[in-house]
């Protein structure tokens, strides 16, 4: 399913996705009809607000001050964004060496996409040596196109698409990056300068998703660590939705 990222203080945030320093503590109270999230510590006695004091409404979306209203989607993009949204985290599927996609849910399927190649990552992280990747349209493979995975420089990932309604085109630019850790090697993968194209729309979008890969007996395995994808805009108007991603 495609790709996602960043939380700062420039998209919005959810409540559960506030994060406090140590020595402090999060606290999450409604009043007044809204929902306060802040981080305190106790000074003197007293608990007092560590940085930022969140603001969210009843139903967990951000009230940020200041910011101007974005632009109102019609009818037809709100139903296509949504649409973008969910599959962007479909498309991210075919990079990588773990997740499998139920038979017959959706209309846009990669479920039969071959991912043989993927067994060839380990040499991407251990030896830096680019991987070519090629995807043809097939039963259950609604993605067609060729690209070379690099490790650490970003690479342009460009692809034909079908069965995605008017959208028929995808590209970014994709950076993997390997982390060693006392428990295997933690794969980054992040997607920049998305573009999800069709007739008429185009929706821009960036993201990010990280896999603990681990061999054991010569075999490799594969655990997802989750991540996010973020909507920037649709039809140049400003959208910036945002949602986390975790393919099982």
Do not use: W
Request: hydrophobic share 35%; glycine share 10%.
């Amino acid at each position: 399913m495609i790709f996602i990222f960043l939380v700062t203080s420039l998209f919005a945030i959810t409540p559960e996705q506030v994060s406090c320093p140590a020595g402090t503590g999060k606290v999450d109270y409604s009043f007044g009809g809204k929902r306060y999230v802040s981080c305190q510590k106790n000074v003197d006695g007293k608990y007092v607000d560590v940085g930022e004091k969140y603001e969210f409404t009843e139903n967990g979306e951000q009230i940020v001050q200041g910011a101007k209203e974005l632009p109102k989607l019609s009818a037809s993009e709100e139903q296509n964004l949504d649409q973008a949204a969910k599959n962007i985290s479909k498309l991210m599927r075919i990079l990588m060496p773990a997740g499998s996609e139920a038979e017959g849910t959706e209309n846009f399927a990669v479920r039969l996409c071959d991912r043989s190649h993927m067994g060839g990552l380990f040499k991407v992280a251990m030896l830096n040596k680019p991987l070519p990747v090629t995807y043809k349209f097939k039963h259950a493979c609604d993605v067609n196109g060729t690209f070379t995975i690099k490790r650490d420089d970003p690479f342009p990932v460009a692809m034909k698409l079908r069965r995605l309604g008017n959208f028929s085109d995808v590209k970014f630019m994709m950076t993997i990056r390997v982390l060693p850790t006392d428990k295997g090697l933690l794969f980054t993968f992040t997607a920049t300068e998305g573009e999800l194209k069709g007739d008429p729309d185009l929706v821009t979008f960036e993201g990010n998703y990280k896999i603990l890969m681990t061999a054991a007996g010569g075999k490799a395995t594969s655990q997802n660590e989750g991540g996010s994808i973020t909507v920037l805009k649709m039809n140049g108007k400003d959208v910036n939705k945002t949602q986390d991603i975790f393919i099982d």
